[in-house]
């Protein structure tokens, strides 16, 4: 846990980020300040800072990516760690090797940080207990992915400020959304209203029991929303056939220009990537004026920075004290 100071001030001792929901209001304004004095090294000639100078970062994904996987990298690269790429094909993963026995053989050359991307929920903290390196995670199943939703909230707060009072719709295929999960959090701890946007077979178990409105049809919302966040429907985790078809699934929930029309002139358009053009969103909404699509990319990277860089200082300080 982090602890505030006798100033008021957080005084951060995580050495991991495993989820939003372990987090308070106060840690994610936090990470969020931080992250605001990293974003400005993207506009300078230079752009390398030395806090994890002789550190080892070690970016583990286990599931494509390439945003995430991308910038996390740069991240490191910019706060000068040395950066190892591990991917599941090209490794002792494909012999048989499991998960703890490649982390641990990993952090025998000394890593310092893992950075964990895996489709079973829970693996990222499941390495907490068998490693001593930070873990910072990625996206793990359908339960969190901490850094897309603290750069979703850095970008609104970018450009909107606060998010107190705001409406935020989240889009599509929340089921199966680690993205949504973490979404909901974020923006709920930040005092925003978030409403669900899908087919009830999109929905995910227990919604009820989340901080969170609920709608079926977006045209009943959309008038409302200062924020919308589209997701992608996660045809590769889909069983069966969640909805009659791709094309009535557009005409019910698609972010398109016509809908654009009946929205609040401000509202910010929002995806965390990939997006599948013609099916959530339409082109001219996903390059359109209210959207801030690549500014959460952008913003991606200063979040990333932040994040670990603070686990860093937190496993600095905890070897310092023993
Ligand atoms: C998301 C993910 O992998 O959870 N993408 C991302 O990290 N930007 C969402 C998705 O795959 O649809």
Redesign the pocket.
Known sequence: MSTHSRTGKIQWTRKHLIGINDLSREEIEFILDTAQGFEEFSTRSIKKAPPLRGKVVVNMFF?D?T??RNSFTLAASRLSADVIEFTEKSSSVSKGETLIDTARNLEAMGVDIVVI?HSAGGAPKLLTRCIHACVVN??DGYHE?PT?ALLDVYTIRQVRGPLDGLRIGIVGDIAH???ARSDIYAMTKLGAEVTLVGPPTLMPARVQELPVKVSHRLDDVIEKLDVINM??I?FERLGGNPFPSVREYSRFFGLTVDRMKRAKPNMLVMH???MNRGVEIESEVADGPNSVILRQVSNGLAVRMAVLFLVNQAATQETKEK
């Open positions: 599931e990516s945003r995430t991307r990625a996206g992915h897309q959304s680690r993205v997701l992608r996660q965390p990537g990939p």
